[in-house]
């Protein structure tokens, strides 16, 4: 079990810069690859990043330029540091923890979930 809280969002301007943070917590926490997706109004959960134990990442490919995955291996935290945001990167961020060995990224726990809402 894993239990994962974020904290963080927001409303911000466009071009400003945000740093979500998740706290994991459970036997799996130091054990699980630990990732941010998101989900806007109307459309599908998607993947913003993922990072496992090791620090291997993986980013979608359309916001790899402008969001950082971080993990602190001491604290069982992961943040996602956004910037230059953009209207379209309003959404609810959740946190989610999984396995990512051989097998492709599986979520298995999620967060609540944090608004981040960028407008002028």
């Known amino acids: 079990q894993v239990h994962l809280v974020e904290s963080g969002g927001g409303s911000v301007q466009p071009g400003d810069s945000l740093t979500l943070s998740c706290q994991a917590s459970?036997?799996?926490?130091?054990?699980?690859?630990l990732a941010w997706h998101r989900q806007a109004p109307g459309n599908q959960r998607e993947l913003v990043a993922v990072i496992d134990r090791t620090g291997r990442t993986n980013y979608s490919d359309s916001l790899k330029d402008r969001f950082t995955i971080a993990r602190d291996y001491t604290k069982n935290t992961v943040a996602l540091q956004m910037s230059n945001l953009k209207s379209e990167d309003t959404a609810v961020y959740y946190c989610?923890?999984?396995?990512?060995?051989?097998?492709?990224?599986?979520?298995?726990?999620w967060g609540q979930g944090t608004q981040v809402t960028v407008a002028s």
């Open positions: 459970g036997a799996g926490a130091g054990i699980y690859a």
């Open positions: 989610a923890a999984g396995p990512w060995l051989r097998s492709p990224y599986f979520p298995a726990y």
